[in-house]
C-alpha cells in the first residue's frame, strides 16, 4: 500500500472543485478534514501526495473536464493517491477511471474521506472522539436508506468576507434533461440548528456574509419533520450576530409567495439578488422539460421580487436548442428575455445527458442551429445586463471589500454589482463596510474571470 508522505516529510493535499457552489462547499469541508488528519493543502498545480478531484457532471463538457483534471493530477504525480468525489463517480462511469483513480468517494461519502484515505495507504484509523457541535461532522441522515451519512462542516472558506454554507442535498424534481437527480440522491436538508450553529462558526471566523446553497435550495425542509421552508431558515440564520449578509443560491420561481417576500422582508440582510432559474420563455419547452411552471407564473414571481426592491438584480439560466425547439419556440424565448430584461443570463446549448429523458428524442437539433441561436439569446441577454447597470448609475450601496486589484479595493453591493474603489491609505482593508457612490465603469483587468455582464468592475466614490 502507497504511504502519503515519508516520514519526518509533511504530507501535502490538492484539492480542485469542479460545478457548483454545493460542490465548493464540500471541496472546503473535505480540505479541512484532510488538514486535520496533518495535510497540508497546496495548489492543484504542484507536486502533492494526494489528489482530490470534486468532479461534475451536469453536461457532457463538465463530465469531460472532470476527467481531464483527474489526468493531469495523474501525471503531474504518478506516485500521487488519486481521489475522485462527486456526480461523476456517482453517475457510474467508475470504468473510465479504472488504472488513474486510487479512491472513488460518492457523494454520501464525502465526509467519509479520512476514512477511505486510511482504508487505502493501510494506516491505522483512530476513533471518532467525542466533539461538540462546532467541531461534529457526523450527522444521522434519515432520508438515505444506507445508514448513517457524515455531513461536512467548515469552518473557513476561501475568503474572509464570504462563506458558502450548504443547507440542502438532493432533488426529485427530474428534469427531462438533468442527470442530477440520479447522482444527488434523495432530498435531504440540514436542521435548521444545525445550519444556524454552521452560521455561528463561520460568523466567529470572521465572515460577514454567508451564501445558502443547495442542489435543490427552494424544496429546504420539506424532508424535515417540523416542515421549516426557506424563508424560515432565512429569519434563523438572519439572527446569527456577526452575519450582516445572506445570499440565495438558484431558486424556482414557485418559492416566491407573498408569505416568502414578508419572511425575507424581516430580515433586513436577505440580499437582493435571485437567481430564477427560467431554462426557456417558452410555454412548450418548458413542458417538454418538466419545469412544472409556465412563462406566467415566472414572470409573476419576478414581478413580486422588483416589487419588494426595485433594485433587485434577477439573473437567470437560459438553454436554448432544447429537443423539438422550433424557430418559433426560440423567438417566444428571445422576446420573453427581452421583457423580463435579466441583470444577467448564463445562456447554454443543449448538450444530450446519457441517462436522461431528452437525449433519448430523436428530435436533436442541429450544432449550427443551437450556435446561431445561443449568439441571439446572448446579445438579447446583454441588452437586459446593460439596462440594469445603467439603471445602477448614480445609486448608493454598502460594499464589504475583498481583494485590491491594479490600485483599488473591490467588493460587491448587496445586488452583486462589483464596485472599485481607491482608498485614501495603503492599509489592509479587506471585510471592512463602506457606502460608496457608483459612478461608470473602472477598465483594470480581472485574472479570476472575463470581464462581461455584472461581473463589469463600476467606479466608486466613498460616501463619507
Not at 467508475?94 to 494506516?123: M, S
Request: net charge neutral; aromatic share 6%; proline share 3%.
Amino acid at each position: 500500500m502507497p504511504q502519503c508522505g515519508k516520514q519526518g516529510t509533511v504530507k501535502t493535499a490538492a484539492v480542485l472543485t469542479m460545478g457548483c457552489k454545493v460542490n465548493s462547499y464540500e471541496s472546503e469541508g473535505m480540505a479541512e478534514l484532510l488538514e486535520k488528519d496533518g495535510y497540508t493543502i497546496v495548489d492543484f498545480d504542484s507536486k502533492a501526495d494526494v489528489y482530490l478531484i470534486n468532479t461534475c457532471t451536469v453536461t457532457q463538457i463538465a463530465a469531460r473536464k472532470s476527467r481531464q483534471m483527474i489526468h493531469k493530477a495523474r501525471l503531474t504525480n504518478p506516485d500521487a493517491v488519486i481521489m475522485a468525489a462527486g456526480c461523476y463517480v456517482d453517475r457510474g462511469t467508475r470504468g473510465l477511471l479504472d488504472g488513474v483513480v486510487d479512491i472513488l468517494i460518492p457523494n454520501k461519502d464525502k465526509g467519509d474521506l479520512i476514512g477511505l484515505l486510511h482504508q487505502y495507504t493501510g494506516e491505522k484509523q483512530v476513533d471518532d472522539e467525542p466533539v461538540d457541535l462546532a467541531d461534529k461532522v457526523i450527522r444521522e441522515d434519515k432520508e438515505r436508506k444506507k445508514g448513517a451519512v457524515k455531513q461536512l462542516t467548515i469552518r473557513r472558506a476561501g475568503q474572509r468576507t464570504r462563506a458558502f454554507m450548504k443547507v440542502q442535498d438532493g432533488c426529485r424534481q427530474f428534469c427531462t434533461y438533468c442527470i442530477i437527480p440520479f447522482v444527488r440522491g434523495p432530498l435531504t436538508s440540514r436542521p435548521v440548528e444545525d445550519c444556524v450553529e454552521q452560521a455561528r462558526i463561520l460568523a466567529g471566523n470572521g465572515y460577514k456574509e454567508v451564501v445558502l446553497t443547495g442542489i435543490d435550495l427552494t424544496m429546504y425542509g420539506e424532508d424535515l419533520d417540523v416542515h421549516p421552508d426557506l424563508g424560515d431558515l432565512i429569519l434563523a440564520v438572519s439572527k446569527v450576530d456577526g452575519i450582516k449578509r445572506i445570499r440565495l443560491g438558484s431558486l424556482e420561481p414557485r418559492v416566491v409567495t407573498p408569505a416568502f417576500i414578508e419572511k425575507i422582508r424581516q430580515t433586513g440582510k436577505l440580499c437582493p439578488h435571485f437567481h430564477l432559474a427560467l431554462q426557456s420563455g417558452c410555454a412548450r419547452t418548458l413542458k417538454a422539460m418538466n419545469r412544472r411552471y409556465t412563462p406566467e407564473e415566472f414572470e409573476k414571481a419576478v414581478r413580486m421580487l422588483r416589487d419588494y426592491d426595485p433594485d433587485a438584480a434577477i439573473t437567470t439560466d437560459i438553454i436554448v436548442g432544447f429537443p423539438g425547439e422550433t424557430d418559433q419556440d426560440h423567438q417566444e424565448a428571445l422576446d420573453f428575455v427581452r421583457r423580463i430584461g435579466f441583470a444577467e443570463c448564463h445562456v447554454f446549448r443543449y448538450s444530450q445527458m446519457e441517462g436522461t429523458a431528452a437525449a433519448k428524442r430523436a428530435d436533436q437539433v442541429d450544432g449550427n442551429v443551437k450556435k446561431v441561436r445561443s449568439d441571439q439569446m446572448l446579445a438579447a441577454a446583454a441588452e437586459g445586463t446593460e439596462a440594469f447597470m445603467k439603471r445602477m448609475q448614480g445609486k448608493v450601496f454598502d460594499v464589504i471589500l475583498e481583494q485590491k486589484e491594479s490600485g483599488y479595493w473591490t467588493g460587491y453591493t448587496q445586488n452583486y454589482v462589483k464596485i472599485g474603489v481607491q482608498m485614501p491609505d495603503d492599509s489592509d482593508h479587506h471585510g471592512e463596510e463602506i457606502r460608496v457612490r457608483a459612478d461608470g465603469y473602472l477598465d483594470i483587468s480581472n485574472a479570476n474571470h472575463e470581464a462581461s455582464g455584472l461581473e463589469k468592475i463600476m467606479k466608486g466614490e466613498r460616501q463619507l
